[in-house]
């Protein structure tokens, strides 16, 4: 546990039809490796299986400190990347386009733009002083402002 933990927050993939398209696809698989046996067939099943699974296990996981920012993206990122507020020039909340600006969700992105987002529209934006930028999805932006006013972080 970081200390003086000012904010923490834990997403997962919620969106109903990313369940419904993968939960689809398993079926029908299953139901084609049911009815015509046959090794391809079955394997393309556990693959769609072992799929699923690895979309249940991703997470994106969020601290602040007074220090820094902590981030992952599990099981992708084991460990937590840190970021120095020293090494961040400007930090705002803000509204984005997930599809629009980066293609999607998840870890996203290349060069000195890049996001890491599990859901919504909302994040948090640092501009680091070698002029790089990462976003970071939030669904929980009064508590995140909240946080980042009591250590004077945010900017508009």
């Known amino acids: 546990m970081k200390s003086n933990l000012l904010f923490s927050e834990k997403q997962r993939f919620n969106q109903w039809w990313l369940w419904a398209i993968l939960i689809g696809i398993n079926l029908l698989f299953l139901y084609v490796a049911l009815f015509q046996p046959n090794i391809f067939l079955t394997l393309s099943f556990v693959f769609t299986l072992i799929l699923t699974v690895l979309f249940l296990s991703f997470r994106l ?8 920012i902590y981030v992952r993206f599990y099981p992708l990122q084991l460990k937590y990347r840190e970021y120095m507020w020293s090494e961040i020039s400007k930090c705002t909340i803000r509204q984005y386009s997930p599809i629009g600006e980066y293609g999607g969700w998840g870890l996203r992105g290349f060069g000195k733009n890049k996001t890491i987002n599990i859901s919504g529209n909302l994040g948090l934006q640092l501009d680091f002083i070698n002029n790089k930028k990462l976003l970071i999805g939030t ?11 009591k250590i004077g972080k945010l900017k508009s």
Do not use: G, H, M, R
């Open 139 to 149: 669904n929980k932006t009064k508590e995140l402002t909240e946080a980042l006013e």
């Open 61 to 68: 996981d969020t601290q602040i400190t007074a220090e820094k």
